[in-house]
């Protein structure tokens, strides 16, 4: 049974920092790409953040890009997004997800595992 289960969320002022951690289980890791979602009320999923499954290779949507870092720790079996100098519009449920598929992707639908969410909360 496959569980990605996130950690870190939780409120924080404009400009502060907070990292997110996934726990994967019930998957052999170093064989999916890892990435990191976001959905704020009322609106659609919005990618954050992929990473490679062994060589590490990040990549960020422009609204991110500088502020938020991807990184995977596989002997831990663990994916993590660090993100700084956060803005109110960071405010959402942030989820991580597992991508077995050899074609990189942003898309949602592609991705075949999901965490249960972290609420992030940046006040103004």
């Known amino acids: 049974q496959v569980q990605l289960v996130e950690s870190g969320g939780g409120l924080v002022q404009a400009g502060g920092s907070l990292r997110l951690s996934c726990a994967a289980s019930?998957?052999?890791?170093?064989?999916?790409?890892m990435a990191w979602f976001r959905q704020a009320p009322g609106k659609e999923r919005e990618f954050v953040a992929r990473?490679?499954?062994?060589?590490?290779?990040?990549y960020y949507p422009d609204s991110v890009k500088g502020r938020f870092t991807i990184s995977r720790d596989n002997a831990k079996n663990t994916v993590y997004l660090q993100m700084n100098s956060l803005k109110p519009e960071d405010t959402a449920v942030y989820y991580c997800a597992a991508d077995r598929g050899i074609i990189d992707t942003t898309t949602a639908l592609r991705y075949d595992y999901w965490g249960q969410g972290t609420q992030v909360t940046v006040s103004s």
């Open positions: 019930g998957l052999t890791f170093s064989s999916y790409a």
């Open positions: 990473i490679t499954r062994s060589d590490g290779i990040p």
